[in-house]
């Protein structure tokens, strides 16, 4: 669905994912949900909420992942 949306936890990410790359990926998605590159001036307010509550879902998702074998992958390298 959205191919500019990288994904965000290891072994892809090399590290936990900041709050910049996150935003980003929300962002990259409420702009395809939407239609809208950047929403019209009477759509910013909810456009900004739902950038704002996908980051934090995606948050507490990397957050909660159990990766298995991504602790011994990056022991081994």
């Known amino acids: ?3 500019s949306i990288k994904t965000l936890r290891p ?5 936990e994912a900041t709050e910049d790359e996150i935003r980003a990926a929300a962002l990259q998605y409420v702009r395809k949900v939407s239609g ?10 909810v456009f900004d909420r739902a950038v704002d509550a996908i980051a ?4 507490q998702l ?5 990766v298995r074998g991504a602790s011994a992958a990056r022991q081994a390298g």
């Open 62 to 66: 990397l957050d909660g992942l159990e």
């Open 36 to 45: 809208f590159r950047a929403p019209a001036a009477h759509n910013r307010e």
């Open 1 to 3: 669905m959205c191919r």
């Open 11 to 15: 072994p892809a990410l090399p590290e």
């Open 56 to 59: 934090e879902a995606t948050a």
